[in-house]
């Protein structure tokens, strides 16, 4: 297997190389899209500065810790939507039958879909969530160690790998319904309106859904709150709350393995 590895890394780089090429032929459009998505997510950022301007506190937290814990969760979902963030079409894409072109290739469908097109608005994610994440952490109530920074690059790839989990579940789930995307909204929504914030705040029984069924805590709030030293706010074991990066590591896996399990019973619409 780890024979393959190299091959399937260099065939992603080769055909996501090709799709930004295509997209960098409209040099306006670049710019443009580019700086659409640093406002889209910096609307966020700035209501976040407006409702602690009015309150102070939110559950206890101060605006360094939030902005610090919404700073990661903007990284971790600039480190899924820039690789795989070509995942949101694949309801288009069954329904359209271009799938049906994947089955034929000697490429792996899931890495056709992740190469499908390189959306632009997803660098100026990128650009937001890194710089967000160095400004806030450097104002964080945080004693960086070497450990701590290298504990805070896992966390970060950790929530990645939990919005990409949720996202491959979904392309499993498009083979059956067609269309998920009401399902796709209603996540990515639900992830960037309230996982950037303390979700002990929603009370107990909300915070254990969003640990279990729809597993945002995992994408910032947890693993912020090692760095943070506030652990004893969040009612699950201590060494749980540690390993929260490894969960996304599972996420994905779970959701990729009921990806290829979905993928028999894609039926094409023959168009």
Same mark, same amino acid.
């Given at each position: 297997?780890?024979?393959?590895?190299?091959?399937?890394?260099?065939?992603?780089?080769? #055909?996501?190389?090709?799709?930004?090429?295509? @997209? /960098?032929?409209? &040099?306006?459009?670049?710019?443009?899209? =580019?700086?659409? %998505? +640093?406002?889209?997510?910096?609307?966020?950022?700035?209501?976040?500065?407006?409702?602690?301007?009015?309150?102070?506190?939110?559950?206890?937290?101060?605006?360094?810790?939030?902005?610090?814990?919404?700073?990661?969760?903007?990284?971790?979902?600039?480190?899924?939507?820039?690789?795989?963030?070509?995942?949101?079409?694949?309801?288009?894409?069954?329904?359209?039958?271009?799938?049906?072109?994947?089955? #034929?290739?000697?490429?792996?469908?899931?890495? @056709? /879909?992740?190469? &499908?097109?390189?959306?632009?608005?997803? =660098?100026?994610? %990128? +650009?937001?969530?890194?710089?967000?994440?160095?400004?806030?952490?450097?104002?964080?109530?945080?004693?960086?160690?070497?450990?701590?920074?290298?504990?805070?690059?896992?966390?970060?790839?950790?929530?990645?790998?939990?919005?990409?989990?949720?996202?491959?579940?979904?392309?499993?789930?498009?083979?059956?319904?067609?269309?998920?995307?009401?399902?796709?909204?209603?996540?990515?929504?639900?992830?960037?309106?309230?996982?950037?914030?303390?979700?002990?705040?929603?009370?107990?029984?909300?915070?254990?859904?969003?640990?279990?069924?729809?597993?945002?805590?995992?994408?910032?709030?947890?693993?912020?709150?090692?760095?943070?030293?506030?652990?004893?706010?969040?009612?699950?074991?201590?060494?749980?709350?540690?390993?929260?990066?490894?969960?996304?590591?599972?996420?994905?896996?779970?959701?990729?393995?009921?990806?290829?399990?979905?993928?028999?019973?894609?039926?094409?619409?023959?168009?």
């Amino acid at each position: 297997m780890a024979d393959h590895v190299p091959s399937w890394f260099r065939q992603y780089v080769i #055909l996501e190389r090709a799709a930004l090429r295509a @997209q /960098l032929q409209y &040099r306006v459009n670049f710019w443009t899209t =580019l700086m659409g %998505g +640093v406002a889209y997510q910096g609307t966020q950022l700035l209501f976040l500065g407006v409702l602690l301007s009015k309150f102070g506190v939110i559950a206890g937290w101060g605006f360094p810790e939030i902005a610090f814990v919404f700073s990661m969760r903007l990284a971790s979902h600039a480190l899924y939507v820039v690789p795989f963030g070509s995942l949101m079409m694949t309801d288009f894409i069954v329904r359209e039958g271009d799938f049906d072109r994947y089955l #034929l290739r000697p490429v792996s469908p899931f890495l @056709q /879909l992740l190469t &499908r097109e390189f959306r632009l608005m997803s =660098l100026g994610d %990128g +650009v937001l969530g890194i710089g967000a994440l160095i400004i806030f952490g450097l104002h964080a109530p945080v004693d960086w160690t070497a450990p701590k920074l290298g504990y805070l690059i896992v966390a970060v790839i950790g929530g990645s790998l939990v919005e990409t989990g949720i996202q491959t579940f979904f392309c499993g789930l498009s083979f059956l319904a067609t269309s998920t995307f009401s399902l796709r909204i209603f996540a990515d929504d639900s992830i960037t309106r309230f996982s950037g914030y303390p979700l002990t705040m929603f009370g107990r029984g909300v915070f254990y859904g969003f640990c279990t069924a729809f597993p945002m805590a995992f994408i910032a709030f947890l693993p912020a709150t090692v760095l943070l030293g506030r652990t004893s706010d969040v009612p699950l074991p201590t060494w749980l709350t540690f390993a929260s990066p490894v969960v996304g590591l599972a996420v994905f896996a779970l959701g990729y393995a009921f990806f290829i399990r979905m993928l028999p019973t894609y039926t094409s619409p023959g168009t």
